[in-house]
């Protein structure tokens, strides 16, 4: 069973820091693009951050380039994203997803189930 599980979400004060993991069963990330998304409340949901299943190149988020960071540990079949110097605009339920075969973070083929971050004094 194809699965994406997410952990680490919690309650931090701005300035904090978070670090996310993303935990795939049922298959392995080699070959997967990888993202990850959030949606705050009232709020569409938007790209954070992708990882290419190729080279291992990243993009971000003008919102949060300089504060976070993606990577992947294949032999872990796990994704994480590190966030630094959080915000209040970061509190959202923050999703990971993947694409086979792809180095672009579009038209994702399996979601998780979220992780709620809040980040609030």
């Known amino acids: 069973q194809v699965q994406l599980v997410e952990s680490g979400g919690g309650l931090v004060q701005p300035g904090g820091s978070l670090r996310l993991s993303c935990a795939a069963s049922?298959?392995?990330?080699?070959?997967?693009?990888i993202g990850w998304f959030r949606q705050a409340p009232g709020k569409e949901r938007e790209g954070v951050s992708c990882i290419s299943s190729s080279d291992g190149s990243t993009g971000y988020a003008d919102s949060v380039k300089g504060r976070f960071t993606i990577s992947r540990d294949n032999a872990k079949n796990t994704v994480y994203l590190q966030m630094n110097s959080l915000k209040p605009e970061d509190t959202a339920v923050y999703y990971c997803?993947?694409?086979?075969?792809?180095?672009?973070?579009?038209?994702?083929?399996?979601w998780g189930k979220g992780t709620l971050v809040i980040v609030s004094a």
């Open positions: 049922g298959f392995t990330l080699d070959y997967y693009a």
């Open positions: 997803a993947v694409r086979y075969g792809s180095n672009f973070c579009t038209g994702m083929h399996y």
